[in-house]
């Protein structure tokens, strides 16, 4: 089973660029979330999409945008790459979002913006 | 608004050591609690969870209670191996978003254990 993709695994940018990172699950979950990694600051949620056709703000938005390509696919898109957006951004996935099920990670995209 | 306080790392064991990893919460409600584990260059992995006050999750011989009472959900292992060297984070569903499976993480406690 591959779970959760994410493409690229790695990336570097320069400052005002734009890129979108890809993920897709086949488990045929409905929720799905975007994340990023920093030191000494755990995960942070930048958007979700608790099912097909929807997306919501998380924690952390600013600076990015996505799209729910379908129910496997959720992209994340960086439309002018800052410095502050360095980090490792991880895609988890869920069969219903319901607050006792855990989420499946991806393995991650490492991205550096100089 | 929720949130989650790990102790700070990194925790330094020799191999068979007795493992505890701190984590309390703050939340309205009943949240649904989760330890997930990154072994280096990986994904986040679910180690083991616990939806209602009380319960214990297990796995891999790590164990954590889910305590209402002192808000805590704390990591334990009897004896830990060089296999055992990750991140560990702790983090809950956040309850007041219905259908969401938000989850709220805690800033990573890093292991490392030497032979």
């Known amino acids: 089973n591959a779970g959760v993709t994410q493409t690229p695994k790695f990336q570097v940018l320069k400052t005002g660029q734009s890129m979108t990172l890809q993920c897709a699950q086949d488990?045929?979950?409905?929720?799905m979330y975007w994340y990023r990694q920093d030191p000494g600051m755990g995960l942070r949620l930048i958007y979700y999409?608790?099912?097909?056709?929807?997306?919501d703000k998380g924690e952390v938005p600013n600076g990015y945008n996505v799209s729910r390509l379908n129910k496997r696919e959720f992209s994340l898109r960086l439309e002018s790459a800052a410095p502050s957006q360095t980090s490792v951004y991880f895609c988890?996935?869920?069969?219903?979002?319901?607050?006792?099920?855990?989420?499946?990670f991806g393995d991650g995209t490492r991205l550096s913006i100089l | 608004g929720n949130s989650v306080t790990q102790m700070e790392g990194p925790v330094t064991l020799s191999e068979e050591a007795f493992l505890t990893i701190n984590c309390t919460y703050t939340?309205?409600?009943?949240?649904?609690l989760f330890w997930y584990v990154q072994y280096p260059g990986e994904g986040l992995q679910l180690l083991l969870k616990?939806?209602?006050?009380?319960d214990k999750g297990s796995n891999k011989g790590f164990e954590a209670t889910y305590r209402k009472e002192t808000t805590s959900f704390h990591l334990e292992k009897g004896s830990v191996q060089v296999s055992d060297s990750a991140v560990y984070f702790c983090?809950?569903?956040?309850?007041?978003?219905?259908?969401?499976?938000?989850?709220?993480f805690g800033q990573g406690t890093t292991l490392q254990v030497k032979p």
């Open positions: 988890a996935s869920s069969p219903l979002g319901q607050k006792n099920q855990p989420q499946h």
């Open positions: 488990m045929n979950h409905n929720s």
């Open positions: 999409s608790a099912s097909e056709g929807t997306t």
């Open positions: 939340a309205t409600g009943y949240p649904s």
């Open positions: 616990a939806t209602k006050a009380d």
């Open positions: 983090a809950l569903s956040d309850e007041g978003s219905s259908n969401t499976g938000k989850l709220i």
